[in-house]
């Protein structure tokens, strides 16, 4: 266990829905990353918050967006979903702001859309 | 950096034997090459990495090695065992930015 929660743990919804993914970081931990992890890929990097704000964004659709609040904990709102955006979704929490440290890994959620 | 090739993409090994997996990297300005490990269904954890100021790391069973003249680095595992049967993702960190994972290579140890 990485002390990083994420929920839900399923989500299957329709094309067209939005859905709001949740992570809380481990505790002491400032920045929170996302990642999509699809059928067969690799992790792709989303977006990156470190003490509430945004400090670096990946391959993120606009459709997409996140954000972090005072306790730390992060959401990620995904909207008007495609088929395509099927995958699991990790968050992963480190102490520091730097990508080059430990990123401590939560269990992922797994988004289905039909 | 933006591009990390990562090979092989599977690899079956007999228990005992050692195995490499080799990634390579664009940006030479990279300074950070983690490994991550996921085993199947569950989360990636950092299993190793290796800052460029350095050549070569170990870690037990586990080395990293890096060139960077040559601008790739890899995983060795010797003395394989079954729990090591995994997904493997290299990563490199280009600035401060953020970190770029390879496709994966997919272990299999051969009881």
């Known amino acids: 266990d990485s002390g990083v929660t994420q929920t839900p743990k399923h989500l299957i919804t329709a094309t067209g829905q939005r859905v709001t993914l949740r992570c809380s970081p481990r505790?002491?931990?400032?920045?929170v990353y996302w990642y999509q992890q699809s059928l067969d890929q690799g992790l792709q990097f989303l977006i990156q918050?470190?003490?509430?704000?945004?400090?670096a964004k990946g391959n993120i659709l606009e459709r997409f967006s996140a954000q972090q609040f005072p306790d730390l904990h992060s959401e990620l709102n995904l909207s008007s979903l495609e088929l395509g955006d099927s995958a699991l979704y990790f968050c992963?929490?480190?102490?520091?702001?730097?990508?080059?440290?430990?990123?401590?890994f939560g269990p992922g959620t797994r988004l289905t859309v039909l | 950096g933006e591009n990390v090739e990562q090979h092989p993409s599977t690899l079956s090994v007999q228990e005992g034997d050692s195995a490499v997996i080799k990634c390579t990297y664009s940006d030479s300005a990279s300074n950070y090459f983690p490994w991550y490990k996921q085993e199947l269904g569950k989360r990636p954890q950092l299993i190793i990495d290796?800052?460029?100021?350095?050549g070569e790391k170990k870690d037990q069973r586990i080395a990293v090695t890096l060139n960077k003249t040559a601008k790739h680095f890899s995983l060795h595992i010797t003395e394989t065992q079954p729990e090591d049967s995994a997904v493997y993702f290299c990563a490199d960190c280009f600035g401060n930015e953020k970190l770029t994972f390879g496709t994966g290579t997919r272990l299999t140890i051969i009881p």
């Open positions: 918050y470190y003490n509430g704000e945004e400090r």
């Open positions: 505790s002491g931990d400032l920045s």
């Open positions: 290796i800052r460029s100021n350095v």
């Open positions: 992963a929490s480190s102490p520091l702001a730097a990508p080059y440290n430990e990123q401590f």
